[in-house]
């Protein structure tokens, strides 16, 4: 059967052709889809961990119990995966099991835009990378047949391109896969020094295989251009964009393993080429890789390391027309992310501003809280941070720091890697406060499960993780719960819990307005009369505010009557929708 697949739901749709049973991710744009679209397959037991290191060994675990598995994250996801990864990478599998990241070149929605393809070359093992919807599902088939011939996980890199483009996919059958015995088998997976330094040299016929392998695999092919003035070698992407240049003109080595690379595939193509040019993306690993095996080849001399590439950038590049159709519109108007009407994380932002407080930052909607006019955020790094490194500023200033620093962190990040900086808090004593966001849900990567929010991935019922017990189990004594919508209560509690002389958690909670089982409130309403243009309103910087004939006006498709800007007015201008003044 043909179908219009979004990459993502295609390289879902070779899970189950797979025959793949056990599935464990944690959401990261622009892998979030992979698992959520596994999950629509009953024969696919899919889970949200609560993050990429516990997700990639759950997968391990059972791929060494004999059932193919899966694990999906972003690229920062693979950092905090990498220490399972390198080892891993050691022990080799039982049944098959994939890794997807997906990156982000451009940064459409991460803090970098790091290159994963240095992952598979630092960890030794193969990385498939597709360059469309119908390559997303094959290659996740084929990444299984050589985890189980090589016995290796293999690596399935995606892209925001080709994550997030539908093209047409021709579906085939599900494979029951029997399971695999599992064997105790103390030499292969206990790695241990002595077992490890057995397999080190294990890995390294194992690459040996697979650059073999890849001199004659289908993953990596040669179309013939109809002159050899050019060569082009690439993957992915660019693979579509240098097709849409060059059509039939150019000669191309399209690598679908990108690691290892083919050697005398690669000097072949080469010698059959006036010049050779590698395409690629972020940093110059197949160029790199070219060079080592002393070819002339032209790639990050003309080609940038930073951001997406287009068909416009490489035909002005390799100095040819951009062809009509690939012409982009590029002035378009900017439309930066803003927190949304109602959102609960925007009350904490404009006390933490009141009170004058340097806010250690952290992933997640609540980040929006770094932008104007509320501009509210210190520090972003990674999820996890903000928690870590207020304890080490206030260890480093001390006493005048912990009167006006807060850590600011979601629900989400907090399960994912925030619990061990609190434990470094509760252990090692600073006097820090922590402002946990809990709108009981994953908000910024599209509404994902979590353990605090008492539903799995498919939204059943599921444990729930209760926030103030385990904040308390750790050793802090001062927990609090306020409700963001109320300004002069989360006031309070952020000076009190800053005065107080030890550590302490604020749990700001209240659920994400844009959830289906919110209930919105009607609009309200700016009385004009009693308007003073004070813009005081305005300093909350909720997109259903703006300023119309010199007066607050409340754009109403947007309000969700959260009453949260009503608690600004000095003047009694707003009124709910019956006209009541607030
Ligand atoms: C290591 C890593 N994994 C995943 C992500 C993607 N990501 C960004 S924010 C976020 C979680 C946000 O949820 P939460 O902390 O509950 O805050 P909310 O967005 O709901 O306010 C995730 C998963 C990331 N940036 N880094």
Request: glycine share 8%; net charge negative; with cysteine.
């Amino acid at each position: 059967m043909k179908e219009l697949m979004l990459g993502n739901k295609a390289l879902a749709r070779g899970l189950y052709e797979a025959g793949v049973c056990v599935a464990s991710s944690y959401p990261g744009t622009p892998s979030t889809e992979t698992t959520e679209e596994a999950a629509k397959y009953e024969e696919i037991y899919c889970e949200w961990a609560p993050n990429e290191k516990v997700a990639m060994e759950t997968a391990f675990g059972a791929s060494r119990a004999g059932k193919r598995s899966y694990c999906a994250m972003k690229h920062v996801g693979l950092n905090v995966a990498a220490d399972p990864l390198f080892t891993i990478a050691y022990t080799g599998v039982n049944a098959g099991m994939v890794i997807c990241v997906a990156d982000d070149p451009g940064m459409h929605s991460s803090q970098n835009e790091q290159d994963s393809r240095h992952y598979a070359i630092a960890a030794k093992i193969p990385m498939l990378e597709p360059s469309d919807s119908q390559e997303a599902l094959d290659f996740t088939k084929k990444a299984y047949e050589i985890s189980e011939e090589f016995d290796t996980p293999v690596l399935i890199k995606m892209c925001t391109r080709v994550a997030h483009s539908q093209s047409i996919v021709e579906t085939g059958e599900r494979v029951e896969p029997a399971m695999k015995e599992y064997v105790k088998d103390i030499a292969k997976y206990v790695m241990v020094p002595a077992n490890a330094k057995k397999r080190h040299p294990i890995v390294e016929e194992r690459t040996a295989k697979l650059i073999e392998f890849a001199e004659t695999s289908e993953l990596n092919r040669v179309e013939k251009g109809t002159d050899n003035k050019i060569g082009i070698i690439t993957s992915s992407t660019c693979y579509q964009y240098v097709k849409e240049v060059f059509g039939d003109k150019a000669s191309i080595l399209k690598l679908g393993l990108i690691n290892p690379m083919p050697v005398k595939k690669i000097k072949d193509f080469a010698a059959g080429v006036e010049k050779l040019y590698v395409v690629e993306e972020l940093d110059p690993i197949i160029e790199t890789h070219v060079k080592t095996l002393g070819l002339d080849v032209t790639g990050k001399e003309i080609f940038p390391m930073i951001d997406e590439f287009s068909q416009g950038l490489i035909a002005e590049k390799l100095g040819v027309e951009t062809p009509e159709s690939c012409k982009a519109i590029t002035d378009l108007p900017n439309r930066p992310p803003a927190m949304c009407s109602g959102c609960p994380h925007r009350g904490v932002f404009y006390t933490l501003n009141k009170n004058k407080c340097r806010v250690m930052g952290d992933i997640g909607c609540y980040t929006l809280g770094s932008a104007p006019p509320l501009c509210a955020i210190d520090t972003t790094e990674c999820m996890g941070a903000s928690v870590s490194s207020i304890h080490g500023f206030n260890k480093a200033r001390g006493e005048e720091s912990e009167k006006n620093t807060v850590a600011v962190i979601g629900d989400s990040t907090f399960m994912h890697s925030g619990m061990t900086g609190l434990a470094n808090i509760a252990y090692n004593q600073t006097n820090s406060t922590v402002i946990i966001l809990d709108n009981s849900i994953t908000g910024m990567t599209g509404h994902q499960q979590n353990p605090t929010t008492g539903f799995n991935l498919r939204g059943e019922p599921a444990g729930k993780i209760n926030l103030e017990a385990l904040v308390k189990a750790m050793g802090i004594n001062r927990v609090r719960v306020v409700d963001p919508y109320d300004l002069s209560a989360v006031d309070t509690a952020v000076k009190e819990e800053l005065a107080a002389p030890e550590p302490s958690v604020i749990i700001s909670r209240r659920p994400c307005v844009l959830l289906k089982a919110v209930k919105k409130n009607p609009p309200v309403k700016v009385n004009p009369d009693k308007c003073k243009s004070c813009k005081s309103c305005m300093q909350m910087g909720c997109p259903s505010i703006s300023f119309k004939d010199g007066k607050a006006h409340i754009d109403a498709t947007l309000c969700v009557g959260c009453k949260v800007c009503t608690q600004l007015c000095h003047f009694h201008a707003f009124e709910d929708a019956d006209g009541n003044e607030i």
